[in-house]
């Protein structure tokens, strides 16, 4: 368990603390590449800030190209669940109301969490914390490629649950077109995680999703049980390259 600092936050949409364990093990991690653009966008790499962490995959990503990295999530199951690094801080804390000081961060990332935030108070608390030249990162990613029948399963899948995702889920589906930087925006290329996994990884997987865990704690029934049959049977025994295309906004203080 990592060292943690900070206390409880105040309320907060929180969709993952109840399955923090498996989301630890079965989430997808981003690309290096991706990284090391976001270093190269930075004019200092002293102190990266990664909002929303989660199980720390981004924070611990960022260890490679910063002196230090402050790692906060709302949620203290999350933070738990994270990997120590000599090089990381984790907190807990709200992405609104950080407690970091003034003019103390190079860059802050946010990976498939700014549509759960007040975004308004959000982009606020980025501009007190970012150094000026600072750099704000945040991305998200929808459904998975895999090949036309396992996609079809994972679509149906998505479709059957579809009632159970919280309203911010649009904002992921729209790519993140309709957010605006409050800042002006950085030219960026394009980027996609991937993964070789087998059918159980593709089925843990599905499971983190907290539309998935809000159908079971509300039906008493795992959504993912209905296609898990025919996905095994198009999946095989071999591991399957899995695709995730980012969308992300990048800026400059």
């Known amino acids: 368990m990592p060292a943690v600092s900070g206390g409880t936050t105040a309320s907060f949409k929180d969709h993952f603390s109840g399955h923090a364990d498996i989301y630890a093990a079965y989430r997808p991690t981003y690309p290096q590449a991706l990284m090391q653009f976001l ?17 720390g995959q981004t924070a611990l990503a960022l260890t490679r190209f910063f002196d230090s990295v402050i790692a906060t999530d709302a949620s203290a199951a999350q ?3 994270a990997r120590s690094h000599p090089k990381v801080e984790y907190r807990v804390a709200g992405a609104e109301k950080s407690g970091l000081a003034a003019r103390s961060i190079d860059l802050i990332t946010v990976s498939q969490a700014l549509h759960w935030f007040d975004i308004d108070r959000f982009f606020e608390e980025a501009m007190r914390v970012l150094v000026p030249g600072g750099v704000l990162s945040a991305w998200s990613y929808e459904l998975c490629i895999v090949e036309p ?34 800042m002006p925006a950085i030219a960026a290329p ?13 089925l843990g997987y599905l499971r983190t999703w907290s539309a998935c865990q809000r159908y079971l704690r509300e039906r008493g029934v795992d959504p993912v049980d209905a296609i898990e049959h025919p996905l095994r049977a198009f999946w095989g025994q071999e591991p399957r390259e899995v695709r995730w295309p980012i969308a992300m906004k990048i800026g400059r203080a």
């Not at 270093?39 to 199980?55: K, P």
């Not at 159970?164 to 790519?175: D, G, L, S, T």
């Open 39 to 55: 270093a190269d966008c930075c004019q200092q790499r002293r102190v990266a800030w990664d909002c929303a962490t989660g199980s």
């Open 79 to 81: 933070i738990e669940s």
């Open 149 to 182: 029948a396992v996609d079809a399963q994972i679509l149906a899948l998505y479709q059957e649950i579809d009632a159970y995702w919280p309203p911010e889920r649009r904002i992921v589906e729209a790519r993140y077109r309709d957010i605006e930087l409050p």
């Open 190 to 202: 394009d980027f996609e995680m991937t993964a070789r996994w087998t059918a159980d990884a593709m």
